[in-house]
């Protein structure tokens, strides 16, 4: 089945600005492509095989899907505990908040039950009814225990480079790893390398030296950053100032709560927007009431939208993608424009999905949002989505 879409705004990454035209998406079983982007004029597609179906934007913004590759889970359902249908449950929410896809995020948990969630969220990859699970985040049991956050201190281990075939093995890839590298970086990061996963330092307790060795070394990422690892010092900058003097992707979690919007400012002075990855890092709350949860094993008493563990520790947070794009906007008065591609694109080269998921160009998924974008108040209004060239009621 072949879908034209005309009359839209059409969001270009490389320029990070939108341009009328129409769009040509090929939907076959939740798997449509790209097939064509092309200008808004009378004879663009007039060369074209007739669409079986038309869509009029009707003047809509047309942005790619966001992608979330750190989240641990949503109304109510958390990827360490959910079944089946908890987990389709949660993902036709991610869908409805404009999330088409993501990499579910496993906390610390005995490795028979990572193994054992990681196979389930494997056997959903494509399923169709919401967005879609690219692939999996092991965030969880190789951390530093001077840096676990809300991780119960009893689901922790040592960096064993032998268990993870078995994790990956289930998981199938696409799978991403935080660890604490700095424990016993090389032979861990060369084994997950080896077996094609990426890698995340995170909850890490590692030196300015060996955080920048990570990232030239192994191409690390920086997890959730200036979370969940020392403050920069003038005399010892960490994990979070070789973050921001590599070349590697930043993590942040724009809620105005984790990082304060100067520093969410300060951080884009500093990398530019191309290596900065917005993510949701949220738990179970996220799209439901407060109340009481659990997250990496610890209870969370969630108040006003934040979670938080019994000694007062942040765990988690409530955020929806959407809203963390608004937010680095606001934070930093640059357009939504720009703000969108710390949620697609870059999100999806972390992983290793550069040109996959993310953007609108021939060969990518049709994951899609119909909305409104206002500059002036920096806010996006979302209307319509598709995932993989199907629209999700």
């Known amino acids: 089945m072949r879908i034209l879409i005309q009359n839209a ?23 449509g492509r790209i097939i064509d982007v092309l200008p808004e004029s009378r004879h663009a597609y007039a060369h074209l095989p007739m669409p079986d179906l038309r869509i009029d934007a009707g003047g809509c913004h047309l942005l790619p899907g966001f992608v ?22 949660a993902a036709a929410s991610y869908a409805r908040a404009g999330v088409t896809s993501l990499f579910p995020t496993l906390a610390s948990a005995p490795l028979n039950e990572l193994c054992s969630q990681a196979e389930l969220i494997a056997s959903l990859k494509g399923t169709g009814g919401g967005a879609r699970f690219l692939g999996v985040h092991l965030e969880g049991r190789y951390l530093n225990p001077r840096r676990r956050g809300a991780h119960n201190p009893e689901y922790l281990s040592a960096l064993n480079p032998a268990e993870l ?3 990956i093995g289930a998981s199938g890839l ?5 660890a604490a590298l700095e424990l016993d970086g090389d032979a861990f990061a060369r084994r997950a390398r080896g077996l094609g996963a990426t890698l995340g330092l995170g909850h890490t307790d590692a030196t300015y030296d060996e955080a920048y060795s990570a990232w030239e070394k192994y191409g690390v990422s920086f997890t959730h950053l200036y979370n969940a690892m020392p403050q920069i010092h003038h ?27 100067h520093m969410v400012n300060f951080t ?20 439901a009431p407060d109340g009481e949860y659990m997250i990496a094993g610890t209870p969370a008493h969630v108040k006003d939208g934040i979670a938080r563990t019994p000694d007062g520790a942040l765990a988690g947070s409530t955020l929806d993608l959407h809203r963390a794009v608004e937010n680095l906007a606001r934070f930093c008065d640059i357009p939504i424009s720009d703000a969108v591609t710390a949620a697609t694109q870059n999100p999806a080269a972390e992983v290793g999905l550069e040109g996959e998921v993310g953007v609108i160009a021939p060969g ?7 909305c409104r974008v206002d500059e002036g ?3 996006i209004d979302i209307s319509r989505v598709f995932v993989g060239g199907r629209e999700i009621a």
């Not at 969001?11 to 600005?17: L, M």
């Not at 921001?244 to 979690?253: D, K, P, T, W």
């Not at 884009?268 to 799209?287: F, H, K, N, T």
């Open 9 to 31: 705004l059409i969001y270009n990454s490389p320029t990070r600005s939108f341009f009328e035209g129409a769009l040509l998406i090929g939907e076959a079983g939740g798997d």
């Open 68 to 89: 979330d590759v750190h989240t641990h889970g949503r109304v109510c359902e958390d990827f360490n505990f959910s079944d089946t249908a908890g987990m389709r449950r």
């Open 165 to 167: 075939d078995g994790f």
């Open 174 to 178: 696409p799978v991403h790893i935080t």
């Open 235 to 261: 005399r010892e900058g960490g994990a979070a100032a070789a973050a921001l003097m590599s070349g590697g992707f930043c993590e942040l979690i724009c809620d105005g709560l984790h990082i304060a919007p």
């Open 268 to 287: 884009l002075e500093c990398i530019g927007i191309d290596r900065l990855v917005l993510i949701s890092d949220s738990m179970a709350a996220a799209g």
């Open 364 to 370: 990518a998924a049709a994951d899609l949002l119909f």
């Open 377 to 379: 108040e920096k806010k």
